[in-house]
């Protein structure tokens, strides 16, 4: 066998190990059967081709073309997903982010119905919201305590208390008036209308005692501990995934932490750059029927030859 022939079928085999390589990077199996289907969206920003499609995490196909259907307002997405999944009539596509850096994919739910989808259907779509959209319970239980508690000091507001207060510290500056000159009948008689005022201003009491229960009973019926216990699940769930990207396991957590992949594929780039290069100056040498088989290459060490 040659050595132009060696070089050409190396050549060739990390050719195709090079474009395998970056697809299986992606997600997707060169060597798997596939159905298309199609799923329409008003908007696919951070979608692009051959992101991934999951079926309960795993990944089960790509995204393979995009079609802008501009009188209709929406944009068509080709999915390429493997054969051996039954999908239903009623299946669904979610677009759903893929991660904390902004990218996209496509979250696949086989639906339940029995009649199952022909390749070239159009599935039911989605968008989701994202990771604040777990969020969305916690406002609502703040928005409705807020609410309980602005109608209580509304009422509080109603109330007279300043009047109440007013109409105490006059009487009892008026007591304290006639002791002090030894009116006996008139403190009695002081008191006495103090008294009626004070029951006057019972019912006035009574609200205030009424609204302060109202209160009470509005913030023990608030949800705290629901509430906190959702907050600590968004949080351990914003932990866990900020943990599985500084791991090394995960193949982000690898392409993040150990650059032994980037300096293969790098070096693999290179020595194709000067391959391609050596072939655009000197094209004989890889044509050994042409009579250069056993000449010198020009441009080729030929060390330990």
Do not use: C, W
Request: proline share 3%; charged share 20%.
């Amino acid at each position: 066998m040659s050595k132009e022939f060696k070089i050409g079928l190396i050549t060739i085999i990390s050719g195709a190990l090079l474009y395998y390589g970056f697809n299986f990077l992606r997600g997707s199996d060169l060597f798997s059967p596939s159905n298309r289907f199609y799923a329409t969206y008003s908007n696919v920003a951070g979608l692009n081709v051959s992101n991934p499609i999951y079926f309960n995490g795993l990944p089960v196909g790509r995204v393979s073309g995009f079609k802008l259907e501009q009188d209709r307002g929406y944009i068509v997405v080709s999915l390429d997903i493997d054969e051996g999944l039954m999908i239903s009539k009623d299946a669904s596509a979610t677009l759903a982010n893929d991660g904390l850096f902004g990218g996209k994919a496509i979250v696949l739910d086989v639906g339940s119905s029995q009649e199952l989808a022909q390749p070239g259907d159009t599935l039911g779509s989605d968008m989701d919201q994202g990771m604040l959209s777990q969020f969305e319970p916690v406002a609502d239980n703040l928005n409705t305590t807020l609410a309980k508690l602005n109608d209580v000091l509304d009422e509080l507001s109603a109330t007279d208390i300043k009047g109440t207060v007013d109409t105490l510290k006059y009487a009892i500056g008026s007591v304290t008036y006639k002791v002090n000159n030894l009116e006996v009948e008139k403190v009695i008689s002081s008191t006495d209308s103090l008294l009626k005022s004070i029951n006057a201003r019972s019912g006035e009491l009574k609200g205030l005692i009424a609204s302060s229960t109202k209160l009470m009973d509005s913030l023990n019926s608030v949800p705290v501990a629901e509430t906190l216990q959702k907050v600590n699940e968004s949080l351990d769930h914003v932990n866990g995934l900020l943990l599985a990207i500084q791991s090394e396991e995960g193949s982000l957590g690898k392409l993040l932490n150990n650059d032994s992949i980037y300096n293969n594929l790098n070096k693999l780039l290179v020595d194709m750059d000067e391959l391609i290069i050596h072939f655009n100056n000197y094209p004989k040498d890889f044509m050994a029927p042409l009579g250069r088989k056993n000449k010198k290459l020009k441009g080729v060490s030929q060390e330990g030859k």
